[in-house]
């Protein structure tokens, strides 16, 4: 993540795994913002693109998110079409 104006990227994430059939994948998609957050207030993300694939059959754009941070310092991730979410802790 980084700070930017509405449409600028703002989000680089980089996916790693095994695949089912062997050997392994590696997705990096970016996002831009979608509008201005308001204090302390989610961010809005537009639709991720795939800006590298290996292999690319791997890798799916994603759809708009929102972007909100926990008070445990974790980040949820909910997709706005359907509200499904994802939470991330940071390691390292």
């Known amino acids: 993540m980084q700070q930017g104006e509405v ?3 703002v989000l680089s994430l980089t ?5 089912d059939t062997g050997g392994s ?3 990096v998609f970016q996002a831009d ?6 204090s302390g207030g ?4 537009g639709p991720s693109r795939v800006t ?3 292999p690319q059959s791997s890798c799916t754009p994603g759809e708009p998110t929102v972007l909100t941070l926990l008070p445990d310092g974790s980040l ?3 997709i706005t079409a359907t509200g499904q979410s994802l939470t991330y802790t940071r390691t390292g």
Do not use: F, H, I, M
Request: glycine residues 12%; proline residues 11%; hydrophobic residues 20%.
């Open 33 to 38: 913002l979608a509008s201005e957050p308001s």
């Open 42 to 45: 989610p961010v809005r993300l």
């Open 25 to 27: 994948y590696r997705c």
């Open 52 to 54: 590298e694939g290996e």
């Open 15 to 19: 996916a790693e795994g095994p695949l």
């Open 76 to 78: 949820r991730r909910e």
């Open 7 to 9: 449409g600028d990227t």
